[in-house]
């Protein structure tokens, strides 16, 4: 009989909830350990947990290391859950209970020992860094717009600002290409993903960064976690328009925006794709959203196989 454990995890505890009981322990091997302690067979315990970031990759590697079976609960899918349970309240105990009575929902191709790509996660971590330093660097360009053109010092400060910062993010973006090219089988799937056209530099970077990060996930997944996944409102004779669900994935969709545009005029798939779409009324908001969840998944098929991209065979008349 399987065991489930619903944890919800924070920046230096972890709730737990066993069905009986909530316990409170340390985001950390020992705290990890004395979670293990509370189930009869670890080969049938199952933990429940959201993925946090950084906070969830320490129990994610426990779990790895041990061979602990798990089930990854999405944020979203958590808070719909809970309201579907009509808990209003939010607390960790509380939510640690909401992960643990998810397992009615549980199918079982959802259970997994969870992979872990040390390399995805440091990438991912420098490419966070990356996008906080242009941050910066644009809000100090955005102060310019405002500064008086009288008040030459600190228009100065700020532009030597802005300089520092550009050149520490091109500085962190190269060490970042160079740790993601160190590996041959990355550089591979890099160079695959490079072969698609309106795929850039950077865009291949992030998106082969991505993929690392969640090396269990399926296409479905990958959709999911990019906040590419479709989502209908309907209710009774209600038909509402079919949305994105964007959760996740904010950074990599701002980023792959220009090159969906890119890729309805110079990829010849997604050209076709988006033509079809919008031919049959599809609006041309909704078509190009569909175009970067193709330009997504065709790029993540091109990094398992290692395959380059293949232009369409024109049919003879």
Do not use: W
Not at 94 to 100: G, M
Not at 177 to 200: C, Q, V
Not at 287 to 293: D, F, G, K, L
């Amino acid at each position: 009989m399987r065991e489930y454990i619903g944890i919800d995890i924070s920046k230096t505890s972890i709730d737990v909830y066993d069905g009986k009981k909530s316990y409170k322990f340390e985001n950390n091997a020992t705290g990890f350990e004395a979670t293990v302690a509370l189930v009869d067979d670890i080969d049938k315990s199952i933990f429940i947990f959201e993925p946090t970031g950084v906070y969830s990759y320490a129990l994610t590697q426990f779990c790895a290391q041990k061979r602990i079976n798990i089930v990854m609960v999405g944020p979203k899918e958590s808070r719909d859950f809970a309201r579907s349970l009509k808990v209003r309240s939010k607390t960790d105990k509380i939510d640690a209970k909401v992960l643990y009575r998810y397992q009615a929902q549980i199918e079982p191709g959802m259970i997994k020992v969870p992979v872990v790509n040390h390399q995805g996660i440091k990438i991912q971590e420098m490419l966070n860094v990356y996008e906080g330093i242009c941050s910066a660097a644009q809000k100090f360009k955005n102060q310019i717009e405002s500064t008086s053109k009288e008040n030459k010092e600190l228009l100065h400060t700020l532009k030597q600002m802005i300089k520092d910062l550009e050149a520490q993010a091109l500085k962190l973006f190269n060490k970042i290409e160079l740790t993601l090219l160190n590996d041959e089988k990355t550089k591979a799937r890099y160079e695959a993903i490079s072969t698609i056209p309106a795929i850039g530099q950077k865009s291949a970077l992030y998106l082969t960064a991505f993929f690392l990060k969640y090396p269990m996930a399926n296409a479905k997944e990958i959709t999911a976690l990019m906040g590419l996944d479709p989502m209908m409102r309907d209710s009774g004779t209600y038909r509402g328009k079919q949305k994105i669900s964007k959760h996740g994935g904010q950074q990599l969709r701002d980023l792959l925006y220009l090159p969906t545009l890119s890729a309805l005029q110079y990829n010849d798939r997604i050209k076709v794709f988006y033509e079809r779409l919008t031919s049959q009324a599809k609006p041309k908001k909704s078509a190009v959203i569909a175009s970067m969840r193709k330009l997504v998944l065709m790029a993540f098929s091109i990094f398992n196989s290692l395959e380059v991209y293949r232009k369409l065979e024109v049919k003879a008349q």
